[in-house]
């Protein structure tokens, strides 16, 4: 699982050939959650309730490079690094 990211102890991911719709992994501590890059909401699993608010913030701000990594993982290709929230 390609790391794209890393904030406050916060990891964002994405897996190749994953299922629709688009979406990434955000993982702190013990929890982690499938979060669509579109609307932000969470797919599967669950977040505290300030790393999802942190985790959302990074969302809106990079939503276009997330779409983009998301068609290079669906076609296999290298993923880009995406800046962290700072």
Excluded: C, T
């Excluded at 102890?9 to 190749?16: D, E, K, V």
């Excluded at 629709?20 to 797919?43: C, M, T, W």
């Amino acid at each position: 699982m390609p790391e794209l990211s890393r904030f406050f102890g916060i990891i964002i991911a994405m897996y190749y050939n994953d299922h629709s719709p688009p979406h990434f992994h955000a993982k702190y501590g013990g929890e982690q959650a499938s979060i669509r890059i579109d609307n932000g909401v969470i797919l599967e699993g669950a977040l505290g309730p300030r790393a999802l608010r942190l985790v959302d913030e990074w969302r809106v701000f990079h939503q276009a490079e997330l779409f983009d990594d998301w068609d290079r993982a669906q076609a296999r290709q290298p993923l880009n690094r995406i800046e962290p929230l700072e």
